[in-house]
């Protein structure tokens, strides 16, 4: 089978078995797409821990409204972090699987405004607590 019928090859054809699709890739590359999944969900867990901490080890830095506030967002920059993890090891070793470029993904635009908005949040949370 050629690439060009490989890249046709959608998981309906294998019934939702995408990791069936194309051949088996070099080891060493799926082992370093599994690190790398790794890797993000333990800066998932990292978030987790700050919303934690925040919300818990900071009630005189600022307003509970916005200690609430900031953990929050952590918490959801941490969910959209281990989705972004799954669905990039996944799109990372099909397409390794079927021979094709590794695909681009626009999350991590996203996540990084989150980071920054996340960042300037934090600065006045400290910002607050010295005042204070």
Do not use: C
Request: charged fraction near 15%.
């Amino acid at each position: 089978m050629s690439q060009r019928d490989n890249t046709n090859l959608s998981t309906d054809n294998l019934n939702g078995k995408w990791w069936q699709a194309g051949k088996t890739p070099d080891y060493r590359f799926t082992l370093a797409n599994e690190r790398t999944f790794l890797a993000w969900i333990r800066t998932a867990l990292a978030l987790m821990a700050g919303a934690v901490g925040i919300e818990q080890f900071s009630p005189a830095l600022s307003s509970a409204e916005l200690r609430t506030t900031l953990a929050m967002l952590l918490l959801v920059a941490a969910t959209g972090t281990g989705v972004m993890a799954w669905r990039r090891w996944r799109e990372n070793e099909y397409a390794m699987r079927l021979d094709n470029d590794l695909p681009y993904t626009s999350g991590l635009l996203l996540l990084s405004g989150l980071m920054l908005l996340l960042a300037i949040l934090l600065a006045v949370l400290l910002w607050q607590g010295r005042g204070g």
